[in-house]
């Protein structure tokens, strides 16, 4: 079954930087657009980013724009999420997730686009 597997997660000051990864596997992942969301205590889930089936096309919401940088490596199955002077208002669970694509340039946002999930992995950043 199709398995995606978040990691990378941690307690960082402000200003510093983390890695997330997930790997994905039960699927042909370049077949699968991906994104990234999180999840702050008390609040919604919120898209963070997203990026195409070919890797061509990201997209980012406002607050993470010039911070975050998603990518992928289709070889390894794996999507990442590169972030940078992060803020205490960046701390949430963080979720990665796939959504079958036909076009290789679609960027999915809303999170019913995908229909598999990770399981979370938590990025606490203090001040």
């Known amino acids: 079954q199709v398995q995606l597997v978040d990691s990378g997660g941690g307690l960082v000051q402000a200003g510093g930087s983390l890695r997330l990864s997930c790997a994905a596997s039960?699927?042909?992942?370049?077949?699968?657009?991906m994104g990234w969301f999180r999840q702050a205590p008390g609040k919604e889930r919120e898209f963070v980013a997203a990026?195409?089936?070919?890797?061509?096309?990201?997209y980012y919401t406002d607050s993470v724009k010039g911070r975050f940088t998603i990518s992928r490596d289709n070889a390894k199955d794996t999507v990442y999420l590169q972030m940078n002077a992060l803020k205490p208002e960046d701390t949430a669970v963080y979720y990665c997730?796939?959504?079958?694509?036909?076009?290789?340039?679609?960027?999915?946002?809303?999170?019913?686009?995908?229909?598999?999930w990770g399981q979370g992995t938590q990025v606490t950043v203090s001040s």
């Open positions: 997730a796939a959504g079958r694509a036909v076009q290789y340039s679609t960027c999915y946002i809303n999170a019913n686009e995908y229909n598999n």
């Open positions: 990026i195409s089936r070919s890797g061509g096309n990201t």
């Open positions: 039960g699927l042909t992942f370049s077949s699968y657009a």
